[in-house]
């Protein structure tokens, strides 16, 4: 898309404005009150983190690392205790650059209403919040005419894919740049494949396989003093309407790899999954196996896989079948169907994903280019993960437009912790898990 420049004499200040203006999207006072989100030098990039556990730490920390001038200037998080903990970690983190974090007492916000008080605050926001919260806090940083960068996945249910596309589409119309975390999307030995595969190295794409199985995550006992709501949000990997299961919280980047190389996203789903090794009360709702056949348009099918069960096979990789080769992401080759290898990236010059998602985002911001629309198909590639997930759950075929316009919405009514969350434990403390062949959606 070809964006006017700022002219020579021409602040980026100025011409985020104009941007806002042409778009559409801000009326004029907010318009003026952009002046607070900026230093008196006009170089000056303001950031607010919501959500700062170890995925937000680290983003937060490659904002900071950009070669822009960025600031971080507030921060929000549902525990003080988490807050805390990562502001520390990214002064240790930045050593020589411990200026740019700038986040006053004042600024630093506790509670399910804390995003709202440090988006208000910054040109940038990170949001790295367990996804359940994704939709209604990406919702709050487009109204608020902010750039954005936002983890993945971008939802846990249809409703809320359903909010981020629709939020997508205002951040479009206010020319915001919007970077998802599905970092493969910015790794050059991924964006060299893609580009091979889109222009025909292996033909037609007939099957592809995608793997994520490690042994799994983290547990956080329950305290005393804890309320319902509390113990589920420190443990949110366990629940779904916090982390959308495995299948989402973390193959949605091999999803995601299939559906860039495919060009689309897949029309159906059938699979298998449940809880063999990873049970009991501590591991909440989720499976610890999910196994799916995706079909695609135009026929082909994606045989995906992920597990957490200690002492198994670990396999994090993506391969692309067509009628003329094979892709081998993880070794960034392509073989023809002899097994010639007929491309190979060097390896030891590639880049650093993570890193370059804020490279390429914090640089475009300086430059006042309007260059990334990532919501959309981080919001699609995520309804692929969930669509999954159902199949997985139901032991039913499932269908994506049935899915994904079902409104099926699993989040809480209400956002307290003397709240009850959407599922809650029995009298020996277990929690409501899916039984493929008895759970239905439809």
Known sequence: MNQKQPTRNQSRRDFVKNSAVIAGGMLASPLLSRANFFSASDNVITVALIGCGG????????????????????????????????????????????????????????????????IALAEVVILATPPGFRPIHFEEAVEGGKHIFMEKPVATDPAGVQRVLA???KAKAKKLNVVVGLQRRYQSSYRELMKRVHDGAIGDIVSAQAWWNNDGVWVHPRQPGWTEMEYQMRNWYYFVWLCGDHITEQHIHNLDVINWAVGGYPVKAQGMGGREVRIGKDYGQIFDHHYVEFQYGDGSILN??????????????????????????????????????????????????????HDELFDAIARGEYKFQDAENGAKSTMTSILGRMATYSGQPIEWDKAINSGINIMPANYDFNAAPPVMPDVAGNYPVAIPGTTRFF
Do not use: W
């Not at 986040?103 to 630093?108: M, R, T």
């Not at 960034?332 to 491309?343: C, E, F, R």
């Open 55 to 118: 995925r937000g730490t680290a983003a937060a920390v490659q904002a900071l690392s950009t070669k822009q001038n960025v600031r971080l200037v507030a921060m929000a998080d549902a525990f003080r205790d988490r807050l805390d903990k990562s502001h520390e970690n990214i002064l240790n983190e930045l050593k020589d650059k411990k200026d740019r974090v700038q986040v006053k007492e004042e600024n630093k916000f506790v509670g399910f209403d804390a995003y709202k008080k440090a």
């Open 304 to 357: 995906s896989q992920c597990r957490h069960q200690k002492g198994t096979m670990k396999k994090v990789d993506e391969l692309l079948v067509g009628t003329k080769g094979k892709v081998y992401c993880g070794q960034a080759s392509i073989t023809d169907l002899k097994g010639n290898v007929v491309y190979q990236f060097d390896k030891s010059q590639d880049n650093k994903p993570y890193q370059n998602e």
């Open 167 to 169: 939020a997508a589409e």
